[in-house]
């Protein structure tokens, strides 16, 4: 399942494998520890507080706060036919980060620390390197 994100999981099982199909269906998870309820984003195998190997994938809420971002101009092989891009992290409202792409709704120069976003997972279909990806848009 990882191919859709580019790149091949060298180990032969991941217990998070199923995050990438949902993402996939447009579906954003998280997880949740069933032993002390502890949530993360993105998923973890193992939970941070307990160390519990038992979780359980939770669909996560797309709101998020813009924290800081980075206009990439020397793009990285594979990704100089996009650049120039905008990627950023956001703070999700129900907890936890994300490193995503700012949206085409997104201007940059209206971008403000704080401005209120949304995640939008997208499949990519121009390179055939990246397939599943995020988007940080403005709330509509």
């Known amino acids: 399942m990882f191919k859709w994100f580019g790149k091949v999981n060298f180990s032969p099982y991941t217990r ?3 995050f990438a199909r ?3 269906e447009g579906r954003l998870m998280g997880s949740r520890c069933r032993k002390c309820g ?3 984003f993105p998923p973890r195998a193992d939970c941070s507080e307990c160390l519990s ?3 359980e994938l939770v669909e996560v809420g797309r709101k998020a706060k813009l924290l800081t971002y980075t206009r990439i101009v020397a793009a990285p092989t594979g ?3 996009l ?6 992290v956001a703070d999700l409202e129900e907890g936890g980060r994300i490193l995503a792409w700012l949206g085409e709704t997104v201007k ?3 971008i403000r620390f704080g401005m209120e976003l949304h995640v939008v997972p997208r499949i990519f279909t121009e390179l055939e390197e990246i397939k599943v ?3 940080l848009e403005k709330e509509s």
């Open 16 to 18: 998070v494998a199923d």
């Open 22 to 24: 949902h993402l996939k």
């Open 38 to 40: 502890a949530r993360s």
């Open 53 to 55: 190997a038992d979780f």
């Open 79 to 81: 990704f100089e036919a």
């Open 83 to 88: 650049s120039p891009y905008i990627v950023a």
């Open 108 to 110: 940059e120069k209206d």
């Open 133 to 135: 990806y995020y988007t």
